[in-house]
Nanobody
Framework: QVHVVESGGGTVQAGGSLRLSCSAS????????MGWYRQSPGKARELVAN???????NYGDAVKGRFTISRDGVTNTVFLQMNSLKPEDTALYFC??????????????????????WGQGAQVTISS
């Protein structure tokens, strides 16, 4: 089991900055990509940014050039630095940790199953 906890968020004026943090703990042996998604009322959840440790980040089109994702592979913490915030960035931001499947051929057991773990969400509100 992997536990995902977000921190940060809040309310800022348009043009301001915020930083979100997300830590994954527990059985992180098979932890793969970690990232952020957001959802506002009446809209589908969308990708903000995600990152595999040591890999290249992926960003949603709406945040490219303004948001930066980074990751501490030792602590399994991912950060989202959000700059030049706009009112349309207002949403509930969720952290997702992806677990990859891992099979132990010697013991003939499945060590990890393919699964996503989500945090509870952090509210980000941008006032105009």
């Amino acid at each position: 089991q992997v536990h995902v906890v977000e921190s940060g968020g809040g309310t800022v004026q348009a043009g301001g900055s915020l930083r979100l943090s997300c830590s994954a703990s527990g059985d992180t042996e098979c932890l793969g990509a970690m990232g952020w998604y957001r959802q506002s009322p009446g809209k589908a959840r969308e990708l903000v940014a995600n990152l595999i440790y040591g890999g290249n980040p992926n960003y949603g089109d709406a945040v490219k050039g303004r948001f930066t994702i980074s990751r501490d592979g030792v602590t399994n913490t991912v950060f989202l630095q959000m700059n030049s915030l706009k009112p349309e960035d207002t949403a509930l931001y969720f952290c997702k940790a992806e677990q990859f499947e891992k099979y132990d051929a010697r013991l003939e057991v499945l060590r990890c199953s393919l699964r996503d773990y989500w945090g509870q969400g952090a509210q980000v509100t941008i006032s105009s």
